[in-house]
């Protein structure tokens, strides 16, 4: 029930298309569902993030999803770019005062000039 | 530039030796995070602090200790190095004080145990 499912381990999309990323978690008692973007060799760093209370949430090209019901949240990637080429982790955390994130296991996003 | 620094950047250690990875932060952030990072299982918790003095376990603890004797340090211990330790190891810091419950990770620590 602490899971958090992430789909697809790999995607590649053309320069200008849009790239979508799937998670989904059982935990109800989650209240915090960010993104995270890696480069190769750095440390993951906060992308855009939604709480359930709001079904969408958008800043510049990325675009967070979010289905209560369904426990599913998506990320997209609008008009992507060469630059956006990255490992992309969705987490969830419940806000007990640690928030602690379980990760998902981590998508890599290839984008083709 | 303020953020998460971690030392050192990579180790190679024979089974059975002894590590400290250090973390330290500079943003006056309460909470402290340890995570490995393995291929196909994303980032997992190990120890993490919610204050200066006070660490609690996460998901796979063992074969780690931690401590947190000052604010700004969070430190890993691995006692006796096994080859299942081998793995990308990340420091994270964040604080409710600022809004943003986002973490901030430092660059990693390579870990390979032969």
């Known amino acids: 029930q602490q899971q958090v499912k992430q789909s697809p381990q790999s995607l590649i999309v053309q320069k200008g298309g849009i790239s979508i990323i799937n998670c989904a978690y059982e935990n109800t008692a989650f209240d915090y569902f960010p993104w995270y973007q890696q480069f190769p060799g750095k440390g993951p760093a906060l992308l855009i993030a939604?709480?359930?209370?709001?079904s969408e949430k958008k800043e510049g090209r990325f675009t967070i999803s979010f289905n209560k019901s369904a426990k599913q949240f998506s990320l997209h990637i609008m008009d992507s770019q060469p630059g956006d080429s990255a490992t992309y982790f969705c987490a969830a955390s419940i806000g007990s005062g640690t928030y602690k994130y379980i990760f998902g296991t981590g998508t890599r996003l290839k984008v083709l000039a | 530039n303020a953020g998460v620094t971690q030392t050192p950047k990579f180790r190679v250690l024979k089974t059975g030796q002894s590590m400290t990875l250090l973390c330290a932060q500079d943003?006056?952030?309460?909470?402290m995070y340890w995570y490995r990072q393995d291929p196909g299982m994303g980032l997992r918790l190990i120890h993490y602090s919610v204050g200066e003095g006070t660490t609690a376990k996460g998901e796979v603890p063992d074969g780690y200790n931690v401590s947190r004797l000052k604010k700004q340090n969070f430190l890993l211990g691995l006692e006796s190095a096994a080859p299942s330790q081998t793995s990308v190891y990340f420091c994270a810091s964040s604080s409710l004080r600022t809004g943003n419950y986002g973490y901030t990770f430092g660059s990693g620590t390579r870990l390979t145990v032969v």
């Open positions: 939604i709480r359930p209370d709001v």
């Open positions: 943003m006056n952030h309460e909470y």
